[in-house]
T-cell receptor, first 114, second 113 residues
């Protein structure tokens, strides 16, 4: 089975801190994604990457950046954490061109900014 | 604007009842359609998907969904739910050839034993 591993299950950070969320997939998928999941809002796309060093903004990129230096790793960076970034962050990966194959998700990182 | 709408935010059913969760989308062009499920404490996983062919698709655990193009709908059904179906269900739509998938707000299903 494809595995998408997120480095932390729970994180608590202070306002203004720089936060790194790490995601690793082990099945050579081209595409990787970062979503945030909030009650009543579903999943909202922050950034995605379809190749190494390539990145595209999703629907809510403000306050975030990403890095993809290796195919298997996709990092989400909160440049200066704020309380409105308290959320569940989900990493996903997918194979091939387009959305046809669906996503494999990680277990999520629940981030609390205090 | 592209969007996915799930009709119910919370559904409570008794075991053996039939289930239908509604999903409508607004998306230009050819689409791929998905239902994902998130069981308590677990990660999101793919339940079923449609990308072409027979509009009635079958997924894991006895779930099925029907794509009705004229209604922009992709409703999820199960004839008889079990307590273990308690979960949150997400409808999602991706454009063919693109990379982005848009998710609905989710429906929390609680099945009473």
């Amino acid at each position: 089975d494809v595995k998408v591993t997120q480095s932390s299950r729970y994180l608590v950070k202070r306002t203004g801190e720089k936060v790194f969320l790490e995601c690793v997939q082990d099945m050579d998928h081209e595409n990787m994604f970062w979503y945030r999941q909030d009650p009543g809002l579903g999943l909202r796309l922050i950034y995605f990457s379809y190749d190494v060093k390539m990145k595209e903004k999703g629907d809510i990129p403000e306050g975030y950046s990403v890095s993809r230096e290796k195919k298997e790793r996709f990092s989400l960076i909160l440049e200066s954490a704020s309380t409105n970034q308290t959320s569940m962050y989900l990493c996903a990966s997918s194979f091939g061109q387009g959305t046809i194959y669906g996503y494999t998700f990680g277990s999520g990182t629940r981030l609390t900014v205090v | 604007a592209q969007s996915v709408s799930q009709h119910n935010h919370h559904v409570i059913l008794s075991e053996a009842a039939s289930l239908e969760l509604g999903c409508n989308y607004s998306y230009g062009g050819t689409v791929n359609l998905f239902w994902y499920v998130q069981y308590p404490g677990q990660h999101l996983q793919l339940l079923l998907k449609y990308f072409s062919g027979d509009p009635l698709v079958k997924g894991i655990k006895g779930f099925e969904a029907e794509f009705i193009k004229s209604k922009f709908s992709f409703n999820l059904r199960k004839p008889s739910v079990q307590w273990s179906d308690t979960a949150e269900y997400f409808c999602a739509v991706g454009n063919t050839g693109g990379f982005k998938t848009i998710f609905g707000a989710g429906t929390r299903l609680f099945v009473k034993a």
